[in-house]
């Protein structure tokens, strides 16, 4: 028998359960089918587990730059243990998240499911039609197509792993592999990065990351920069990672070169839905070439980081639309950040783009002496903040400290919120902290 | 022979300096009159220097808190090596300040100042005669009159004590009695906080205050309410701090008891300055009873927090009034926070007072399972929100956990750009941070 819904979505995730919840909230009825863990990439191999890991790395950083200058004594990243308080956290999830969707009065299949011949959804054994269905079924982990590549591991596996070896690689220098590797450093192991070219996180300011580069370079991680790997091969206990001149023996390989949108195995050729190799095609309403079939978060096609707070604004924008709003989809500033010691985040306008000194005026800081910075004995710690002279207004700003975040977050809310520089200089914020810091960046 | 000035200002403090700084870019001729370091209490011995030996407590309560949870092994605060840290910024403070004002053409003054009987400034030998006149003398630590008040040390001598003594007094729960015993603490003394009635930290959140002061004899340290210290004597090696059925041998006695206003050694009757016991009166202006004399920083007596940004807006105000604003001085929302594990941080209309629930909705919440307490394990992080209903906006907030600081300047902001909480909740912000975390509070 076919069930008939108001909405069937199409994935579990950040997107999916939040468009879920809030139609529930207007009384419509939805199913949420989900063939892997509910609340998908974010809580359960994204983001939350992640910076939960990074607390190993904050924690022994810390200690290590504040050594001899006020703290005694050593700690270590215990990766079992560390492990253990990840799991804590994240192996509830998906139950949890199942039954807040059908405690909400939401339909959930834990199945694969496609779209069939007729339009319809199969989930299992059961058919579900839909007056509109939402793909949102995210992303995967790319695996680099070369021989051995069964051998990978994926950002998934590292963020589950029991035991970190001696030594390990990740493939792919963007945000992920930075991120992990500066995990899997603090833990312990030797870790080496290849990145294909020599601009890795190639969307963040290159003079900055190469001040992180040079900065973890010395702290021990070693780079392999305009490096191809051709193959992997198994030698007894160790992978072999080689290329052109390349050879490189590692205990665990980790594929971290980009993320693959799931659209291959849900029948979108039998709803005429197009995609192309970022994801799926949308128009400003996020509907995709099947007026009833629309899309939203990582799975989408779009120029746009993909990236959890994107993900649920868009699911709270197709809320609206199918309550009957008819604005186009429209974003404020979307800050991105490379989680580590430091971070790299950067939000608006990058200054590499804002080159134009008539309209635009780039302020740079080295804030490695300022009192915030001194106090903990961060070793890095800059600013750029890209100021319009015609509106005197922050219109982007990048920064590269252990706490980028905190600065990122006030940048974001200025930029958005148009905030004219003199009237930030009215703010009286708590003193001395890092958002007091702005009032002598801008 | 007098010296002419456009302006003289008592005090090198942060006020002084920043308005003597902003006269000069008007091409006025300035003098700054300092007796003792010019840079004043915040960046000398208050503020930065506090909130570096902070670092001991956040270091070694961050790895206790994650012992277990991903860190292994254990660290202790080096009191001598913080101090030195310490030193290292707060030394060349006082001449670097100097030097910077006498780089810009600011006359300075290293004498103790007072107005004549001719309404000039004596300042050593020499007389300083200006158009206007500002006070920004400052405050002092309040010394309890009792028995043996000799005996008693300042917050002063704590942020420059060579060695942190097995046992320490606190007299008096205020923010400087709570941040300072916070620090002893962390460095390995036994630590007394002392005050005379049940109310410490009087202007926060009691109910907040009170789980924070549960939380601090958790972890050893003595709380000791509704306690009058009527006699301190030297017995031995010790001091022994008595009053009504009690008794308390100690090594060190802090007297945290409030500070006093710098009003009485400057002459201020000889040109008909009116003061009372919070300091000096001022208008919305921060004019004086002698129109040419105006007073700003902590030597205002005022209801609002004596607050390093605040004295900075003050310094401010007047560089535009004396070029001819005729604007009232107004203030934005000023945040106040008490740092320590956990801080505590409060903006806007206290809780206590928007008891009107037809006007206001008050949302609390205990965040210590959220994600981002979780990940660093931290014990306690509560949230108070006060929304308008009417304007739905936020109008306060109160917040205790070790990142308050990060939250209540998020809250400032949204409280002073009256930012609509729909709109908030369409900000991207960098995610998982504390800042992301307020949309699940407001």
Redesign the interface.
């Known amino acids: 028998m076919t069930k008939q819904y108001d909405v069937v979505i199409l994935g579990g995730g950040v997107a999916g359960g939040s468009l879920a919840h809030s139609l529930r909230r207007q009384k419509k009825t939805v199913a949420v089918v989900e063939d892997n863990l509910f609340g998908g990439t974010?809580?359960n191999r994204g983001?939350?587990p992640k910076?939960?890991?990074?607390?190993?790395l904050e924690?022994?950083q810390?200690?290590d730059d504040?050594q001899?200058?006020?703290?005694?004594?050593?700690?270590?990243?215990?990766?079992p243990?560390?492990?253990?308080?990840k799991r804590?956290?994240t192996n509830p999830i998906s139950n949890a998240t199942q039954n807040g969707l059908i405690s909400d009065g939401i339909d959930t299949y834990h199945e694969h499911a496609h779209f069939n011949q007729d339009g319809l959804i199969e989930a299992g054994s059961d058919l579900l039609s839909g007056d509109k269905y939402v793909i949102a079924t995210g992303q995967r982990p790319s695996i680099l197509d070369i021989p051995g590549k069964e051998l990978f591991k994926t950002s998934t596996d590292f963020l589950n792993l029991d035991q970190m070896p001696s030594d390990v690689t990740f493939i792919g220098g963007g945000y992920i592999g930075f991120e992990l590797a500066g995990i899997a450093h603090a833990a312990g192991a030797k870790v080496h990065l290849i990145h294909h070219n020599d601009h890795p996180l190639k969307q963040f300011d290159q003079q900055l990351v190469s001040q992180a580069v040079d900065h973890l370079k010395k702290l021990g991680i070693d780079f392999h920069m305009d490096t191809d790997v051709k193959e992997v091969t198994q030698v007894g206990d160790q992978l072999v990672l080689s290329g052109d001149d390349f050879r490189l023996p590692t205990d665990m390989v980790f594929c971290t070169a980009g993320r693959t949108p799931n659209v291959d195995t849900i029948g979108l050729e039998n709803v005429n839905v197009k995609t192309d190799k970022h994801g799926v095609v949308v128009n400003d309403y996020l509907q995709t070439s099947n007026p009833n079939i629309f899309a939203m978060g990582d799975v989408v096609s779009t120029k746009r980081p993909k990236?959890?707070?994107?993900a649920g604004?868009e699911a709270?924008y197709l809320a609206k639309y199918f309550n009957g709003s008819t604005d186009k989809i429209q974003?404020?500033?979307?800050?991105?950040?490379v989680f580590g010691q430091p971070a790299l985040?950067q939000v608006g306008l990058p200054s590499s783009i804002a080159t134009d000194e008539s309209r635009y005026m780039l302020i740079t800081n080295d804030m490695s002496a300022w009192?915030s910075y001194?106090?903990?004995?961060e070793p890095l710690a800059k600013a750029k903040v890209v100021i319009d002279r015609d509106t005197e207004t922050v219109v982007g700003a990048t920064v590269l400290s252990n706490h980028a975040?905190?600065l990122?977050?006030?940048f974001?809310?200025m930029i958005?919120?148009q905030?004219k520089i003199s009237d930030f200089?009215?703010?009286?914020?708590?003193?001395?902290?890092?958002?007091?810091d702005v009032q002598y960046l801008i």
């Open positions: 974010c809580p983001c939350d910076k939960i890991l990074l607390a190993g924690v022994t810390l200690v504040m001899g200058n006020g703290i005694s004594g050593k700690v270590s990243v215990n990766w243990d560390l492990m253990r308080h804590q956290y990236l959890t707070p994107v604004f709270g974003f404020k500033s979307i800050p991105t950040i985040a009192y001194h106090r903990l004995n975040d905190y990122i977050n006030i974001t809310l958005d919120q905030m200089n009215k703010e009286i914020l708590a003193y001395p902290t890092f958002a007091s």
